[in-house]
């Protein structure tokens, strides 16, 4: 029988410690994850739509196989009819029948399995000892962080900056009714200066994060960026970090990095690894205290299956 689950279902079913460590053994596992589909679909008087298929399923040998696919569409035309301009639905299905086992909220997929998977490779790189956490942006994604950092990091104070004030304060509202110690940071050097972790989901398309003022032992997240024209932080944070990837897509998709390596300032070589590489143990996450690293995502249908898998496993 086929399941449902609304968002506030969803979201209850997706704690962030159990989806770090199914992450954890996800990207170690792998998965199969083709190309997503893109389709434009014409309006007439009002803006394209868009619909995005990203599917994902367990490899061939796996001992027990799903597959999913996540459906996006995006209406810009409905922000005039005041209705929400993206809608996302995951849909499992049993990988060896294809016969659907679930409906999932697609949008607390999303947000839940990107800060998750920060969270993921900030237990790899940030160091063990970080207590203070600078984020930008106070977002859908951005307003998750805290809480996924938290499972991983002994997060003790929690910073925000975001070019909409009002939304940081609201943000820092809501962390200091959850518990945390919140303040909005709206002086942006200064934060990055003082963080131990900086975590950042916005929609910037200039640098926001400058690298000479980077302190020395920080971990740096970039959630935000997903093409080569959006930056949340100059090539002198790239230059100085050492660089690791959630997928290989990253090089090619986010401007954080490919803007550098267009330009000769870096070669392909200075990015470290990927997230599976370092939950394989094929790679090295940080290496002493004073390190400067960088984790930049674009996100992977691999971490949406997971996510999709754990919610139905409980359901
Ligand atoms: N890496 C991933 O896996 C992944 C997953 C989901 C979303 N994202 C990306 O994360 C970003 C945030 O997503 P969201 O759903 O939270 O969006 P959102 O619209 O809810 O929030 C966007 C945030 O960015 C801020 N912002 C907008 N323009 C800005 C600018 N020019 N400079 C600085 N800040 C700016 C807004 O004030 C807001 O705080 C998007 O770019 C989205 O595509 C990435």
Known sequence: MLKIADAATTSRHLDYSRLVEALDRGFAQGCVVP???HHTIEK??????TLLLMPAWSKSSDEVRFLGVKLVTVFPGNMAKGLAGLTSTYVLYDGDTGLPLAMLDGNVITARRTVATSALAARYLSRKDSRKLLVLGSGRVASLIPEAYRTVRPIAEVSVWDINPEGAARMVTDLNNKGF???VENDLEAGVR???IISAATLATSPLIQGAWLSAGTHVDLIGGFTPHMRE???EVVLRATVYVDTPESLHEAGD???PIASGLISPNHICGTLAELATAAIK???NPNQITLFKAVGSGLADLV????VFDSL
């Open 44 to 49: 007439d008087n009002q803006p394209d739509a």
């Open 307 to 310: 996510a999709a898998k754990l």
């Open 194 to 196: 003082n963080a131990d």
């Open 35 to 37: 190309v997503r589909h």
């Open 285 to 287: 996450g940080r290496s």
């Open 181 to 183: 110690l919140a303040f």
């Open 257 to 259: 990095l490919r803007q």
């Open 233 to 235: 932080a100059d090539s």
